[in-house]
């Protein structure tokens, strides 16, 4: 009867344990794929570009032969921005960095993420150049419903909403995003 009594203690401590572990895992997993696109929407894959657009056979090797140079220049840009991030935290590991050394350090990073802007301006233009007219209406319904997707989950931390709650009527962007929109709810001792 201890045995039997045993044995099942042993089964269930296993169980337990293998369900702990799993748990961590899959949580680790989805952790990670936030922290990947940091509430961004992935890249969309050309071929899901292609059939959203309806492309044909022409536009779609021209395409091609657009995207070597590009993918070479965003991932020079990209390893430029590690570098330099990587030095500004190297100046930050210091006793006493040096203010004036940190903000041409931030510059640096603030010219690199202009190019990678501006690379990915140029690519989207010299798709648009290839399209017909409709094609151009679907394109920029497409890169739109993109950009809104990525400000939706750009205000706060992981994990939270997007743009946080107010009594105003749509989403709340931050200051400046229309008329009559205040810039934060007033409150009691605040002034106008």
């Known amino acids: 009867m201890k ?3 045993l044995l099942y203690l042993v089964i269930f401590s296993l169980a337990l344990n293998f369900g702990t572990i799993g748990a ?3 949580l680790r ?3 990670r794929e936030q922290r990947l696109y940091h509430g961004m929407p992935p890249p969309l894959p050309m071929r899901a570009l292609w059939g959203a657009l309806k492309l044909e ?6 395409l091609r032969g657009l995207l070597p140079e590009h993918r070479a220049k965003i991932a020079e840009i990209r390893n ?4 330099k991030r ?6 930050l590991k210091g006793e006493t960095p040096d203010m004036p050394e940190v903000r041409v350090k931030i510059g640096e990073i603030s010219a690199l993420q202009g190019e ?18 409709e094609q151009k209406v679907a394109f920029l319904d497409l890169i739109q419903g993109r950009l809104n997707q990525a400000l939706a989950g750009s205000c706060g931390p992981p994990g939270w909403p997007g743009p946080w709650p107010g009594p105003w009527p749509g989403p709340r962007m931050g200051p400046g995003v229309g ?3 205040p810039a934060a709810p007033k409150g009691p001792g605040v002034p106008d």
């Open 57 to 62: 056979d022409s536009q779609r090797q021209a």
């Open 179 to 181: 008329p009559g929109i």
């Open 3 to 5: 045995r039997n009594w």
């Open 116 to 133: 990678l802007e501006e690379e990915q301006m140029r690519f989207l233009l010299e798709i648009r150049k290839g399209l017909k007219p």
């Open 24 to 26: 961590f895992v899959y």
């Open 80 to 83: 430029a921005l590690f570098l």
């Open 29 to 31: 997993y989805q952790d």
């Open 86 to 91: 990587q030095e500004l935290f190297d100046l």
